[in-house]
């Protein structure tokens, strides 16, 4: 079986537990902000992209949408 190339971002985030850093810091940051679901129509075409590219992270599409949003929203 063919092991999915995975972002080494990813995988070094997903190895450390932020737990007791968060706790040290004193921050009332929430790790999980409230979330709601929503709905979108996106193009077949930016769906299939979104896919590609969150299978080269070892992500779904969704969690790739996110991140980019995440990361692009300010500057609009």
Do not use: N
């Not at 790790?31 to 979108?40: A, G, L, N, Q, W």
Request: hydrophobic share 30%.
């Amino acid at each position: 079986m063919k092991r999915k190339s995975r972002d080494l971002q990813i995988e070094e985030f997903e190895k450390k537990d932020l737990g007791r850093d968060i706790r040290r810091s004193r921050s009332s940051i929430s790790v999980m902000p409230k979330s709601r679901p929503t709905s979108i129509l996106l193009p077949e075409t930016l769906i299939e992209k979104l896919r590609k590219k969150a299978e080269k992270r070892g992500i779904g599409y969704q969690t790739m949408l996110k991140i980019i949003l995440v990361e692009q929203v300010d500057r609009y």
